[in-house]
T-cell receptor
Framework: KAGVTQTPRYLIKTRGQQVTLSCSPISGHRSVSWYQQTPGQGLQFLFE???????NKGNFPGRFSGRQFSNSRSEMNVSTLELGDSALYLC??????????????????FGPGTRLTVL | QKEVEQDPGPLSVPEGAIVSLNCTYSNSAFQYFMWYRQYSRKGPELLMYTYSSGNKEDGRFTAQVDKSSKYISLFIRDSQPSDSATYLCAMNSTGNQFYFGTGTSLTVIP
């Protein structure tokens, strides 16, 4: 199976602009999670989509939003970019079938990430 | 207090050494514990996965969980230069939200 793909791989934007990142999960996976990775904070969970619905959400401001399409592909949007939004944005896909239960054993498979630089 | 704490290193060892990587956590509800390896300019890849306390071995890698101390470890035996990467611990309880450590950078010197 093909792995998780993310586009674009690199992006440079200026403050105040908005950006949309795309993630295509592994075929058959219905859950897509988004993470922000920075040297100081590590990997921080943004949100998770399952069957076109946001199922879990991290502690990020409303400028960060996402959506998932019927083919499980997901997009993440960041509006009014700030310098501190510069980071590697990773998406991870999983089967997602045990999400919400006490016995979640889904393995997450990560894409290569999109490196966003905000100037 | 962060949910998961991990020493960022960097850690530098000679080839063949035993490497010990550790994480502590604060949420006693965590039941699933994972170690990911991340090479430069790549996404993390799952190395080991364990449930609850105990040890799990896979080749040169051993994952250890001590729930009473809220402490997990990853041991790498006979370390190789190809093991040079950043190692991230991760854990979750209910649902699909994972909590990650900040990662430990490891360099294995030939």
């Amino acid at each position: 199976k093909a792995g998780v793909t993310q586009t674009p791989r690199y992006l440079i934007k200026t403050r105040g602009q908005q950006v949309t990142l795309s993630c295509s999960p592994i075929s058959g996976h219905r859950s897509v999670s988004w993470y922000q990775q920075t040297p100081g904070q590590g990997l921080q969970f943004l949100f998770e989509y399952f069957s076109e619905t946001q199922r879990n959400k991290g502690n990020f401001p409303g400028r960060f939003s996402g959506r998932q399409f019927s083919n499980s592909r997901s997009e993440m949007n960041v509006s009014t970019l700030e310098l501190g939004d510069s980071a590697l944005y990773l998406c991870a896909s999983s089967e997602g079938t045990s999400g919400g239960s006490m016995f979640s054993t889904d393995t997450q498979y990560f894409g290569p990430g999109t490196r966003l630089t905000v100037l | 207090q962060k949910e998961v704490e991990q020493d960022p290193g960097p850690l530098s060892v000679p080839e063949g050494a035993i490497v010990s990587l550790n994480c502590t956590y604060s949420n006693s509800a965590f039941q699933y514990f994972m170690w990911y390896r991340q090479y430069s300019r790549k996404g993390p890849e799952l190395l080991m996965y364990t449930y609850s306390s105990g040890n799990k071995e896979d080749g040169r890698f051993t994952a250890q969980v001590d729930k009473s101390s809220k402490y997990i470890s990853l041991f790498i035996r006979d370390s190789q230069p190809s093991d040079s990467a950043t190692y991230l611990c991760a854990m979750n309880s209910t649902g699909n939200q994972f909590y990650f450590g900040t990662g430990t950078s490891l360099t294995v010197i030939p």
